[in-house]
């Protein structure tokens, strides 16, 4: 090879070089190039996601703010109505009492440990976490002074509470929240999801973690609950208020067991006026019968009355009935029936006056009658346990009924046996377990009572 041929190739080679050296540069650049451009895409879509997430958990906050905004006002104003109408104050005053225990007091712990630890934490925010923390606990002091108002300061009681948390969320909403939604590396949808988790641990009893607990509130929300339903039943509402507080003991049993003790209490209290309250009472005509025999109790005494209905109720097989004739509305014969004969008897108005009342009234079928208590039919009249409860201290007794109740399996039941018409414990068990639990009445005082209580088939504990 010549010395020119020699140059030729060191200068191909010397090319090749070249070329093979730019080529893998410009691969390297667009590989780095579209990895970059991955990467940025990547990030934007995550800060997008964030920043979305963020946007909707403000926007759900601030409309839980606005409705519990309205739902105090509007309760406000219901109570200045009645109060300068010289109307019943009762019954509005309970209810804004039932609606800030039950609905903002709860949100306020909420808010104290989820927002307001993690706004505590920045320096700019600690002096307004404090005063809010304040009114949380100003709030709570009004409620109680609102629960022992008279008609004289039961509307300027609820007109500061008004005007304090109005100003409250409103100072949240222009303080709080947007400092937290403005900081990337606050997560406000998790700390929504946290005020979530901590509203439906108290719903679905939870037990919550030992810091969250907060003893003193608690038993504040509980004695303004306590009070309300006090103030309903005072009002004339007993059923409302043994509901309300059957509500109260069914959170509070797994946490604070000392406090359900003292709700059930409250409620033997306040059951005996349950039955001068509105109730529902059972509907639907007897499968079977006709229009049924009249009874005219017109000419009775009106002592002897109720005696001769209930001794004819007490005679009907199932599916029959009978007319009742009478010279004045029934309606107090009504919430008896409701209280003694609860889902198994009918009740359906014929003609209601002036003069003359008459009011058809059944058994329905597929439920008898046993000792004068409805039985509904198929239930046995003994069960494979029987729970005597007589013997146990009154504190204790409601705890081993609900523990027994709770192993049972499908299907099963178990008699009780108590010294007392055990009705709050129904509206205990209607608060706990509507819907999956029978309540058979099989032997109704005046010594002993026995009730049949059973998990139907189809439910699970």
Same mark, same amino acid.
């Given at each position: ?39 940025? @895409? ?20 601030? $409309? ?31 209810? !804004? ?17 989820? *927002?307001?630890? +993690?706004?505590? $934490? ?11 923390? #304040? ?18 300061? @039961?509307?300027?009681? =609820? #007109? ?28 406000? $949808?998790? *700390? ?8 439906? =641990? ?16 608690? $038993? ?134 002036? #003069?003359? %009342? ?27 346990? #029987?729970?005597?409860?007589?013997? !146990? ?45 029978? %309540? ?8 002993? %009572? ?8 189809? +439910?699970?504990?």
């Amino acid at each position: 090879m010549t010395s020119t041929d020699a140059a030729d190739a060191a200068a191909d080679a010397a090319t090749d070089a070249a070329t093979d050296a730019a080529a893998d540069a410009a691969t390297d650049a667009a590989t780095d190039a579209a990895t970059d451009a991955a990467t940025d @895409a990547a990030t934007d879509a995550a800060t997008d996601a964030a920043t979305d997430a963020a946007t909707d958990a403000l926007e759900a906050m601030l $409309a839980h703010h606005e409705a519990l905004t309205d739902g105090v006002a509007r309760r406000v104003v219901a109570l200045r109505v009645a109060a300068e109408g010289h109307d019943r104050y009762e019954t509005a005053a309970a209810e !804004l009492v039932a609606y800030l225990a039950k609905e903002v007091l709860p949100h306020a712990v909420a808010e104290e440990h989820t *927002l307001y630890r +993690t706004a505590a $934490a920045k320096e700019e925010l600690a002096e307004t976490v404090a005063g809010m923390v #304040e009114e949380h606990r100003t709030l709570s002091a009004l409620a109680e002074r609102l629960a022992r108002a008279d008609d004289g300061t @039961a509307a300027a009681e =609820a #007109e500061a509470i008004g005007a304090l948390f109005a100003g409250h969320v409103a100072k949240e909403n222009a303080q709080i929240l947007p400092a937290l939604a403005a900081d990337a590396e606050v997560d406000l $949808a998790g *700390l929504l999801v946290q005020m979530h988790r901590l509203t439906e =641990a108290a719903q679905d009893e939870t037990p919550v973690a030992e810091e969250l607990a907060t003893p003193d509130t608690e $038993a504040t929300i509980v004695r303004l609950l306590l009070r309300a339903a006090g103030d309903l039943a005072d009002a004339g509402q007993g059923d409302a208020a043994c509901r309300l507080a059957a509500e109260a003991w069914a959170t509070v049993r797994v946490a604070r067991p000392d406090l359900a003790v003292r709700v059930t209490a409250a409620l033997h209290r306040l059951v005996r006026s349950a039955t001068a309250a509105p109730v529902t009472l059972s509907s639907g005509r007897p499968e079977a019968g006709g229009a049924g025999a009249a009874l005219d109790v017109r000419a009775l005494a009106p002592a002897q009355r109720h005696e001769k209905i209930f001794a004819t109720y007490g005679a009907l097989g199932p599916g029959t009935a009978f007319v009742l004739v009478n010279d004045h509305d029934p309606k107090p014969l009504r919430y008896q029936f409701e209280a003694e004969h609860h889902g198994a008897f009918t009740w359906d108005v014929v003609e209601a006056g002036p #003069e003359v %009342w008459r009011v058809r009234i059944g058994r329905p079928a597929g439920v008898t009658a046993q000792g004068g208590v409805p039985v509904r039919a198929g239930a046995p009249a003994e069960a494979t346990l #029987e729970l005597d409860v007589r013997r !146990l201290p009154h504190g204790q007794r409601h705890d081993v009924i609900f523990t027994t109740f709770g192993a049972l399996a499908e299907g099963a039941g178990f008699v009780l046996v108590n010294d007392h018409d055990p009705r709050p414990l129904r509206y205990q068990f209607d608060a706990q377990h509507a819907g999956r639990y029978s %309540w058979d009445y099989l032997e109704a005082g005046p010594e002993v %009572w026995r009730v049949r209580i059973g998990r139907p088939a189809g +439910t699970e504990a």
